[in-house]
């Protein structure tokens, strides 16, 4: 009743357009105690509290939105820092040539031997994979055997058309002096017709074998697989050792890489597709050559080709199923390169791509996780000290990196922030 008659008198003392300022202090710790019927006979009194009240609500609303633990997880408070921001991320990749060549079979060969190991240089015209030239020596005998006994048989057909021709030249003059009848002189056109037939398709005969065994000691020699450019092969066919290895016609039996025009391909998310520009830099690091990163810049973004053979070799270019990141970053090396780095940059070599997306020196730093999404707002728990009570703070968030956030407004230096860590 005291406190109301007090409250009351002031209410009439105190100007309307300086009540709220007067009363700001003065209130703090009544308005948490008092009901709102106490100040019953005092309207700007009245609507005050409730102005409060309907404050201390949405703000105990915030902290119980931002204090939410996940299972199983601990708050555990962080010291607000100053210091620098890398944006950057690493994508893995591997070392690729623009100019490549695969080599498939156009027939079906047994394999002797291969000459070459997968990933080494070679030079145009070495020999990658011998056939077993049995098969095609055996069909080049065959056909070598018809065809001398067809130059036999050629001889025959020659001597017999000779010998019809004379004996219809014969006939003729004897059928001019009436000494042979007519139907002698029609069997000898018909044997000479025959013989001259007979010739010609021995003629034919032989032109064809000749053909065909040309052909036969040319597959037997091109069946072998040759380099067609100096670069280093891949995808060399390999022999099982069971006496059966062998090559089916269309089957890809290498691939030969120009090494000398080479870029790093590295696969990527789509959002990050969507971040990079041609042109940007990028370091590329590859243990196998040395632990010195190598200087490049985007050349290209693309889709992702698909794998010619889902389930077996991709060839790092590319589907009912998952085969890995959608898009790829091409890569060109800028700089020069050394010979000792140049021997060892070839195709398939693995690596990582550094990309950095920002650099900020002397920016306020929070753990990612220490910010929340309470509607359309960035919220912190901060305090002052470790041990001081969490209060949901309005931050705005600048860049977000994996594991930091950048704050530009509504933290500082020194004060503490709390994250949640799974225990």
């Keep these: 009743m005291v406190l109301r008659q007090r409250f009351t008198a002031l ?40 102005k409060k009240t309907e404050a201390a609500s949405v703000n105990d609303e915030k902290n119980a939105d931002a204090s939410k633990e996940l299972p199983g997880a601990k708050s555990v408070a962080l010291p607000v820092r100053r210091d620098r921001l890398v944006d950057l991320s ?49 069909r080049a005998k ?39 009848p007519e139907r002698e002189l029609i069997e000898a ?69 120009n090494d000398r025009k080479l870029g790093f391909v590295a696969g990527i998310t789509d959002p990050d597709a969507m971040r990079l520009q041609k042109g940007m830099a990028v370091k590329i690091t590859m243990e196998a050559i040395g632990a010195e990163p190598f200087a490049g810049i985007v050349a290209e973004v693309r889709a992702a080709p698909k794998p010619e053979n889902p389930g077996g070799f991709g060839g790092g270019f590319g589907g009912g199923q998952d085969f890995g990141p959608s898009m790829q970053m091409i890569v060109e090396f800028t700089g020069t390169l050394s010979p000792q780095v140049q021997e060892g940059l070839r195709d398939g070599v693995s690596g990582s791509a550094e990309v950095t997306w920002a650099e900020k020196d002397g920016v306020i730093l929070i753990p990612i996780g220490g910010v929340r999404a309470v509607g359309d707002k960035a919220i912190v728990l901060a305090a002052d000290s470790r041990d001081g009570k969490p209060v949901a703070t309005n931050v705005e968030v600048g860049i977000r990196t994996k594991n930091e956030a950048e704050i530009i407004s509504g933290l500082k230096e020194g004060q503490f922030v709390f994250v949640e860590v799974k225990e």
Excluded: W
């Design 90 to 138: 690493k994508f893995q990749g591997s070392v690729q040539a623009t100019e490549r060549i695969e080599l498939k079979s156009n027939k079906r060969v047994k394999v002797k031997q291969v000459h070459a190991k997968d990933n080494t240089r070679v030079k145009k015209g070495d020999l990658l994979i011998e056939v077993d030239g049995a098969e095609f020596a055996k």
């Design 11 to 50: 209410c009439k003392r105190v100007p309307a357009v300086t009540l709220t300022t007067a009363l700001t202090t003065a209130l703090t710790t009544a308005l948490t105690t008092a009901s709102v019927g106490t100040f019953a006979g005092c309207s700007k009194l009245k609507g005050l509290v409730s």
């Design 189 to 257: 056109k018909r044997n000479q017709i025959q013989a001259e037939v007979g010739l010609k398709g021995k003629k034919l005969e032989i032109e064809k074998s000749e053909n065909e065994l040309a052909e036969a000691k040319g597959q037997s020699a091109g069946a072998n697989i040759y380099a067609p450019m100096d670069g280093t092969v891949s995808r060399l066919f390999r022999m099982s050792g069971n006496g059966f290895d062998q090559i089916n016609e269309g089957q890809t039996t290498a691939v030969v890489s």
């Design 142 to 180: 065959d056909v070598a055997d018809r065809l001398s006994t067809l130059k036999i048989e050629i001889r025959g057909a020659q001597l017999q058309f000779e010998q019809a021709n004379k004996s219809l030249v014969n006939k003729t003059r004897l059928a001019a002096k009436g000494i042979v």
